[in-house]
């Protein structure tokens, strides 16, 4: 808050200074009245007790109390407040302003300076608060407000990957309010882990599984070899989440299961037979579980089926009109319409058997009402027109399987949180938020190697390795990833950086932006892998060594160095707590 006013400024309404002595000896007098005052006044006391009154908007006194006038607040219209300013009242009722840019209070009311910026980032757009005492801004692009002037704090960022940080930190920032303490365990057989995961999650109730999953396999118990017990047991569960959800989505997705298959393109699709498949729509469901499970835990899926249900997860039904939606069905041949059955006050909407009103496990029978002009038909209310969306929706987006895919959104939206999340996200962003990458972005981690190492005279060796690295295949770079992380996949906003050793030895190390090797609260606290490569002969002794290391190295990171910035790396900090609910097998 603003220091005091400076006595030397007071100055009466009658044109007199007070004393500097007698200002200096003032006391505030907490008036029995005072909330009365008109804003920013005051009442005080001088040395001799007597009663005078401060106006901090004007800084000016009189010995007059002031009375309340309807224009005291607004007296005139005022200019909204530059960007990021806020204006408040202190407890004394005393008016000041708040610049959330610089993080610095006045009493003094700020001009506008908008007019001296350049214009607002694409997507962006400044807004006031109903009163007028504020002034923030709202980003479109990733549905957040912030006080804070992007033009300022460049927060905009217009570079795509900065700006696909930003977007992938907000929906962080959404789900972790949602997850609860304490832990809930899983032990399943490596053999039978589909139906060991099935019996433990598939009627469990929604509130345990917003709690820490706790996997272990039976028998394999202590088997990974965890380096220099930096993560302690926080790590090596989170392995063993990673792992059981991977093998999980691998067996789930194979054909031979019966709920997927894929195309020549290899691209995942629902069975054609998954219908007939026993308990089907249960198990749909329980897919869509796991990937609100992996959403809400920060664990990193095969984000296959992303392309299924992006349409469902992006259905804005408040912006579509009823009448469009409606045509676009006949045209499709989806829907037909009665006009006025049996000389009923209301035409008839009727789908076909494939396309089912949950409601009534039945074939859609809903009654419209005529759009102006009696040509076209709309909904009579909108939980019709939700209900018919949805289903007609699943049915394209699922080739004819609306029902499997409608299953799958049931599990899907027990956890994460409202369904308007990813309205704002294209397909490729939701794929990269669900599954993370599974190879090197080539281009953008060579373009960071670059900035670092050429002034070091290293660019030519460092071309060698991109140029092999282009020319394997999408397998051998997946096998170096999991090199230097150890992981199958990671973040999408990891960084990845490949510098010249001085010992003659390939070796990794990751500098970890936080514990759980999720997106960060802090957008430039990404965790940074960094492969360090010898200075070799010539290209093919790299490449054979290359080839050497990550196909003969495991992947539990037995012999890599870790890097966190975190002061405490006790047991205590990184320990999955033991007070687990009874195991469920």
Known sequence: MPD?????????????????????????????????????????????????????????????????????????PELPLPGGWEMRFDHKNRKYYLDHNTRITTWNRPSPLDSDLMPLPNGWETRSTTDGASTYFIDHNTMTTTWEDPRLTHAHQTDPFSRFQRKIHYLHTLMQPLVQQGVFSIKVRRSHIVEDSFAALADLPANDLRQSPKVAFEGEAGALNVVRQVFFDFTRQRYYNSEWLDVLFEKLFDSSFGLFESDSAGTLKIHPSSATKRDNLKYFKFVGRLHSLAILHGHLVDPRLVHLFYPMVTLRMDKTRGADFIDLALKQS?????????????????????????????????????????????????????????????????????????????????????????????????????????????????????????????TEQLKWFWDIVRSWTLDRQRLLLQYITGLRRVPATDQFKVLIASDGHIRRLTALGNKERKVPDNRDDSPEHILFVPAFEDCRTMEDQLISVITECDVDWDDAALISPFEDLSMAQYQVPDNSNTTRK
């Open 4 to 76: 005091s006013l400076a006595k030397s400024e007071c100055q009466t309404e009658r044109g007199s200074h007070l004393p500097l002595a007698e200002a200096s000896t003032t006391t505030l007098f907490h008036d029995s009245e005072e909330q009365s005052l008109p804003q920013g006044g005051e009442c005080r006391r001088d040395r001799h007790n007597k009663t005078y009154y401060v106006n901090r908007e004007t800084h000016t006194t009189t010995w007059d109390r002031p009375s309340i006038k309807s224009q005291d607040r607004a007296s005139s």
């Open 334 to 458: 989806l829907v037909h319409i009665t006009k006025y059955p049996n000389g009923g006050a209301h035409p008839i909407l009727q789908t076909n058997d494939s396309i089912l009103d949950r409601r009534s496990g039945k074939p859609f029978r809903l009654q419209l009402k005529a759009v102006v002009g009696g040509t076209r038909s709309n909904f009579l209310n909108y939980e019709d027109k939700a209900e018919f969306m949805q289903a007609i929706t699943a049915h394209r987006s699922a080739g004819g399987a609306g029902a499997q895919l409608r299953a799958f959104m049931t599990g899907f939206w027990e956890l994460p949180v409202k369904k308007d999340s990813f309205l704002a996200y294209d397909q490729w962003e939701v794929e990269k938020f669900v599954g993370g990458v599974s190879e090197i972005d080539i281009d953008r981690s060579s373009k960071l190697t670059d900035e670092e190492s050429s002034e070091q005279g290293q």
